[in-house]
Nanobody
Framework: QVQLVESGGGLVQPGGSLRLSCAAS????????MGWYRQAPGKPRELVAG???????NYSDSVKGRFTISRDNAKNTVYLQMNSLKPEDTAVYYC?????????WGQGTQVTVSS
């Protein structure tokens, strides 16, 4: 059974930082491209950052320079370090795992940026 479990969300003040984690099980983690997406109320889900099986990252323009995605294949975990958070970063954050045959999603973790 495939599971992606996100953690690390919460309430943070503008300018603060959070680190999200997504622990995967039931897949050969190292061969999957991993991604972080987010969905704010009333808006479509959008890509935040992705990291290939080889470790190459990509970012949306809205988070470039503030967020860092990384992966630890030994721990089957992908991370999203979020710095200089803004109120517009408030959303439910989801991780996914993608290869040419399969796509899996986690259940999401809430991030709220507010003073």
């Amino acid at each position: 059974q495939v599971q992606l479990v996100e953690s690390g969300g919460g309430l943070v003040q503008p300018g603060g930082s959070l680190r999200l984690s997504c622990a995967a099980s039931g897949i050969i983690f190292s061969i999957y491209t991993m991604g972080w997406y987010r969905q704010a109320p009333g808006k479509p889900r959008e890509l935040v950052a992705g990291i290939s099986s080889g470790g190459s990252p990509n970012y949306s323009d809205s988070v470039k320079g503030r967020f860092t995605i990384s992966r630890d294949n030994a721990k089957n975990t992908v991370y999203l370090q979020m710095n200089s958070l803004k109120p517009e970063d408030t959303a439910v954050y989801y991780c996914n795992a993608l290869n040419p045959q399969y796509l899996y999603w986690g259940q999401g973790t809430q991030v709220t940026v507010s003073s």
